[in-house]
């Protein structure tokens, strides 16, 4: 079944390690998002990517960084971990075009300590 | 800048009725409700674009106002299955594709 995969499910490490995040999705969509989770926050966005060439900036990049390889695939790394970055972390895909629902992966939860 | 949501929880007895609002102060083009379960990822309920369009899902129904920037979730005759947090995603006229979440509203249904 079409899916949007994210890889590790959960992760524990430390203050200022590198880490990445994956997402890999096999719908065929051309969008893909990272948003992170936390408790009475809701979703926030922090890179979102409309195709291999165009990635953009959301509201709290400030810290992370993307990488577009495919369509299929955009990961997410944290390039110097801190604790305030301890969250939920969800992918998730849409279609092009206005009006499109988004599809979410399972989420990473990571925690730094 | 986040949409706002009220209520922030709601708790409803089997068969009972439920409001949930959405509202942006940007000028928006289409509000998306999803529900999230506990430990799982949000599913998508339904899109409301700009339009004041009204749409449905099984009971769950929806309403966008245009010229209020607001967009309200109607629960009806609620059912154990609609417990979850429920998030408005607003996609904003000058800037489609890019979401903002509201924080959520947290809907408790008793037998």
């Known amino acids: 079944d079409a899916d949007v995969t994210q890889t590790p499910r959960n992760r524990i490490t430390k203050t200022g390690k590198r880490i990445m995040l994956e997402c890999s999705q096999t719908?065929?969509?051309?969008?893909m998002y990272w948003y992170r989770q936390d408790p009475g926050l809701g979703l926030r966005l922090i890179y979102y990517?409309?195709?291999?060439?165009?990635?953009n900036k959301g509201e709290i990049s400030d810290g992370y960084s993307v990488s577009r390889q495919a369509q299929a695939k955009f990961s997410l790394s944290l390039e110097s971990a801190i604790p305030n970055q301890t969250a939920l972390y969800f992918c998730?895909?849409?279609?092009?075009?206005?009006?499109?629902?988004?599809?979410f992966g399972d989420g990473t939860r990571l925690s730094i300590l | 800048q986040q949409p706002v949501q009220s209520p922030q929880a709601v708790i409803l007895r089997e068969g009972e009725d439920a409001v949930i609002n959405c509202s942006s102060s940007?000028?928006?083009?289409?509000v998306h409700w999803y529900r999230q379960k506990h430990g799982e990822a949000p599913v998508f309920l339904m899109i409301?674009?700009?339009?004041?369009e009204q749409k449905g899902h099984e009971k769950i129904s929806a309403s966008f106002n245009e010229k209020k920037q607001q967009s309200s979730l109607y629960l009806t005759a609620s059912q154990l299955s609609y417990s979850g947090t429920y998030f408005c995603g607003t996609e904003q006229s000058d800037s489609w594709g890019k979401f903002q979440f509201g924080a959520g509203t947290q809907v408790v249904v008793t037998p």
């Open positions: 719908k065929g969509h051309d969008r």
């Open positions: 998730a895909t849409s279609k092009t075009g206005v009006g499109q629902p988004q599809h």
């Open positions: 990517s409309f195709d291999v060439k165009d990635i």
């Open positions: 409301l674009l700009k339009g004041g």
């Open positions: 940007k000028a928006l083009y289409s």
